[in-house]
């Protein structure tokens, strides 16, 4: 029996090494990967130009703390801010710590405004914002909440969508909207840029903070550095994580000036947020994503992507009930069990990809796939199709 917590329904399946989109199994199997270690590998495996980042940071101090100045954290907070609405940010470990210091921020701005009775933020059912006790709370999943004692106070839940039914949940205690620009774990449902545009509108009107949650849809994944940056629009406070150091722990809140003014000494903190180790790769890692039509090549690549999977539906529409998503967060709706699908193209075509929500397949491939990787890709989902139709039952039911 395994020594770790059963929190995991995991494969047996272990990797002992990666180069570029293809993993290899301990008995030296290869497998496509369109799973990205949940949207991490931005960059594949094995990334020559990060991995001798990591080497030479190995070789320098890896941690100080952040009561010293770490000049590649300063550096990597320097350039964010360049490229974003942000004027400021805070280093974390992970996404749901990321998110953390976004509700804090967004809380402490109010309440540092002389009105700390505005703490309640509005968020949408079908989002995902991590694990901690306040992102359990922001999401509003009953079945992640269930057994951890009261929920943490000040969230209001409702239907993507409905700007309506947004500005109905304003009262004199909200402080903020938060939403996932493209919904990851809940169905891969990307937000329509009338929403997101209308969300911007209601904030302004009522004195709101807008806060995203980029952690799987940011970091160049649907073909922008920010899935924001489609709608046209900027938040006020957005959490990063996931691509971000392509699979060393890192995450980012980002904020404006004027909300990040609060967060004085005192009023939050990290042991590891930023480390000189993290944040020399955070650097690689964007060296990478902000080279010369890299962002341009993922746009491309998304496009390809989508284009196939229509012939994909065309050919299959008996499979294939809906696509969506965005770029290289992409979904399809599957017409039988996803779960089951996931263990096909695993165990058949040597493909990792992920289920969400909704019965959707997701598939994340690292943002340096080839049009190639993709024709292979959606080859292998067709043969796990086929192989379906082949099979006995399913010839059964359609006699
Ligand atoms: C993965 C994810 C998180 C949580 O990130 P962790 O690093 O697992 O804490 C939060 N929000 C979104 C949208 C995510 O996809």
Redesign the pocket.
């Known amino acids: 029996m395994s020594a770790l917590y059963g929190t995991y329904a995991r494969s047996e399946l272990a990797f002992e090494r990666g180069k570029g989109v293809r993993l290899f199994s301990q008995d030296g199997t290869p497998y496509l990967d369109f799973h990205s270690g949940?949207?991490v590998n931005a960059l594949g495996h094995g990334d020559e130009y990060v991995v001798n980042a990591l080497k030479a940071a190995a070789e320098r101090v890896w941690h100080t703390s952040n009561v010293f100045t770490i000049p590649e954290q300063e550096k990597l907070g320097q350039r964010l801010v360049d490229n974003t609405f942000a004027d400021a940010c805070f280093f974390t470990n992970?996404?749901?710590?990321a998110?953390e210091c976004a509700i804090k921020t967004a809380r402490h701005h109010f309440f540092a405004n002389g009105q700390p009775d505005r703490y309640e933020i509005i968020a949408f059912t079908g989002?995902?914002?991590?694990?901690t006790l306040g992102?359990i709370a922001a999401g509003g999943n009953p079945s992640y909440l269930e057994g951890f004692g009261p929920a943490l106070e000040g969230f209001v839940h409702t239907a993507p969508g409905d700007l309506a039914a947004v500005e109905a949940l304003i009262s004199d205690k909200t402080c903020g909207i938060l939403i996932?620009p493209v919904q990851?774990?809940g169905g891969v449902s990307a937000m329509p840029v009338e929403f997101m545009r209308g969300l911007r509108a209601l904030c302004d009107k009522h004195g709101l903070l807008l806060i995203l949650?980029e952690?799987?849809?940011g970091y160049g994944r649907t073909g922008r550095f920010f899935a924001h940056e489609w709608s046209g629009i900027t938040p006020d406070i957005m959490?990063v994580?996931?691509g971000i150091g392509a699979g060393f722990p890192l995450?980012a809140c980002l904020a404006t000036a004027e909300v990040a003014k609060s967060m004085v000494p005192g009023t939050h903190g990290s042991t590891y947020g930023g480390n000189p180790l993290a944040c020399a790769i955070g650097n690689a890692v964007l060296d990478r994503l902000m080279a010369p039509g890299f962002l341009d090549e993922v746009d491309r690549m998304g496009q390809r992507l989508a284009w196939h999977l229509q012939q994909l539906q065309q050919r299959f529409p008996h499979h294939v009930v809906e696509l969506r998503g965005k770029g290289l967060l992409a979904g399809i709706k599957l017409a039988t069990p996803v779960k089951d699908f996931v263990l096909r193209l695993r165990n058949d075509q040597h493909m990792l990809a992920q289920s969400a929500g909704d019965n959707v397949l997701r598939l994340l491939p690292p943002l340096v796939i080839t049009e190639a990787d993709i024709e292979e890709a959606v080859g292998k989902i067709a043969a796990a199709f086929e192989a379906m139709d082949a099979e006995p039952s399913a010839q059964a039911r359609s006699a």
């Open positions: 949940i949207a992970s996404g749901t710590e998110i989002s995902f914002h991590g694990r992102a996932e990851g774990e949650d952690v799987q849809c959490a994580a996931k995450g």
